[in-house]
């Protein structure tokens, strides 16, 4: 695995809530173009393998930091190349080439699918969206009484999974899932005027 730090930001904002009153500040990925608000502005990010709901494996990225008991994550996991990925694996008769399109457009459900599958007892678990980008949230206790915030969003073929798991009787970190944007190739903000503008799965063709 390969670690990298980033250090892009910018628009410091002092919150009253976390583990301790401290400067929040917004990250920017140029990389995956999105943008979040979190302790000190920095985040890590590891380059992992993401293994989708039907065995294809897709590249992804884990930006996360940790403190005080509290991790916050943004796991980003590229399916641009889904169909070739797809194509390229040994398949069974059953696992027929349409399925790299269903695999992308199911993400968000497999994916909230795997945050349910931990345990803990779910108090929120809905249908959500920012500036018309689809998406899910959920909030859990766990069996530890620590409480997580997720939230899951697909968007020109790149599922954002936001994750903040904070220690008991901390304030809620829902600021962190909320403040979540998607930016341009200039950094400008990405906002939609309807829900079928923001909806794209990139059919990105097979190569020899």
């Known amino acids: 695995m390969r670690f990298l730090k980033l250090l892009t930001a910018t628009a410091v904002l002092s919150l009253p809530f976390g583990a301790s009153a401290q400067n929040w500040a917004k990250f920017t990925s140029e990389i995956d173009r999105f943008e979040i608000f979190v302790p000190g502005g920095e985040l890590k990010v590891e380059e992992v393998p993401y293994e989708s ?13 940790e403190e005080e008991g509290a991790t916050y ?3 980003v ?7 070739e990925i797809h194509a390229s694996r040994d398949r069974t008769e059953a ?3 349409l399925y790299w399109e269903v695999d992308v457009r199911a993400s968000i459900a497999y994916a909230a699918w795997n945050l349910r599958k931990r345990g803990g007892d779910i108090t929120y678990d809905a249908y959500h969206y920012i500036d018309r980008i689809e998406g899910h949230q959920l ?3 766990n069996e530890d009484q620590s409480r997580t915030y997720a939230a899951i969003y697909l968007h020109d073929s790149k599922l954002y999974i936001a994750e903040a798991t904070v220690p008991p009787n901390s304030i809620p970190p829902g600021f962190f899932q909320q403040s979540l944007q998607w930016i341009d190739e200039e950094g400008n903000r990405i906002r939609y005027r309807n829900y079928s503008d923001a909806i794209k799965v990139r059919d990105a063709p097979v190569r020899d």
């Open 53 to 65: 709901e039907y065995g294809a494996v897709m590249p992804a990225r884990v930006y996360s930091h």
């Open 73 to 75: 994550t943004v796991t």
């Open 77 to 83: 996991v590229d399916y641009t190349d889904a169909r």
């Open 95 to 97: 696992d027929y080439e």
């Open 139 to 141: 909030q859990i206790t």
